[in-house]
């Protein structure tokens, strides 16, 4: 696990795209399967990118997946395809046919078999499960990620590659990426900002499985962690 710790919420931002770019102008003619979270720290990663990274992106070599999604329509405040697509998708003008949304308007177990199958269809096999080339999270201060809540740790263990869960604290149904995707990512990328966040993070760099993304941080292969000083507990360094 490898943990960069920048002074604000923005600079994190800055450099994680750049980071991105740099992985793709490493390998230039290759395509990229990416799974963005939602949340209002990637909100901040989305706008700065449509704004100032546009031009030097290799938006035609990127296919754009999702790790969990609201069961909102797509024009809700809280839909994650929707908020990206406003701020990021539509502002470069990525084709429709790269952008692979959950549909959160579907009956939430149906879309779950829906969005597994086609990224079965559509994302390359490593060891029997599609492999993202990165799969980018974060972590709510409880401890969850991907959607997958305290006391459903199940979910990290599923061979279905996307399940519903629902939020412990307003009832609301998720689609969410499982541990077997998880886990075949060939880079996972927590992106974490804020001192409400402060306390995962420990959690995440110093303590044992306490919670799901913790869990996730420990067991999966390649892991990297980019963080503001505040969700590092006021320090610049790990």
């Known amino acids: 696990m490898k943990s960069y710790v920048y002074h604000s919420a923005t600079a994190t931002a800055h450099a994680?795209?750049?980071h991105l770019i740099a992985m793709m102008e490493r390998e230039p003619e290759k395509t990229f399967y990416f799974a963005f979270s939602g949340g209002s720290t990637p909100s901040l990663m989305?706008?700065?990118?449509?704004?100032?990274?546009k031009e030097v992106t290799p938006w035609m070599r990127m296919r754009i997946y999702w790790v969990d999604e609201r069961c909102v329509p797509a024009e809700d405040y809280e839909s994650n395809?929707?908020?990206?697509?406003?701020?990021?998708?539509?502002?470069?003008?990525m084709?429709?046919?790269?952008?692979?949304?959950?549909?959160?308007?579907?009956?939430?177990?149906i879309e779950a078999k829906n969005y597994s199958t086609l990224v079965c269809r559509t994302v390359p096999l490593w060891g029997g499960f599609p492999a993202f080339d990165v799969v980018l999270?974060?972590?709510?201060?409880?401890?969850?990620t991907s959607s997958?809540?305290?006391?459903?740790?199940?979910?990290?263990?599923?061979?279905?590659?996307y399940e519903v869960?629902?939020?412990?604290?307003?009832?609301?149904?998720?689609?969410?990426?499982?541990?077997?995707?998880?886990?075949?990512?060939?880079?996972?990328?927590?992106?974490?900002?804020?001192?409400?966040k402060a306390d995962v993070v420990r959690d995440i760099l110093d303590s044992g499985d306490t919670g799901p993304a913790a869990y996730v941080a420990h067991h999966a292969e390649r892991v990297e962690l980019f963080l503001d000083a505040q969700a590092n507990g006021g320090k610049m360094s790990t």
């Open 46 to 53: 989305f706008d700065i990118w449509a704004n100032e990274y």
């Open 16 to 18: 994680l795209i750049e």
């Open 165 to 196: 869960s629902v939020n412990p604290y307003n009832g609301q149904k998720r689609i969410a990426m499982t541990g077997c995707l998880l886990f075949a990512a060939k880079n996972l990328i927590f992106f974490v900002t804020g001192k409400n």
């Open 137 to 144: 999270l974060g972590a709510g201060d409880d401890g969850h």
């Open 81 to 93: 395809y929707g908020t990206m697509r406003r701020l990021l998708l539509d502002e470069v003008g």
């Open 148 to 161: 997958i809540f305290p006391g459903q740790e199940y979910l990290l263990s599923s061979f279905h590659p």
């Open 95 to 109: 084709p429709d046919e790269y952008v692979y949304p959950i549909y959160g308007v579907n009956r939430p177990e």
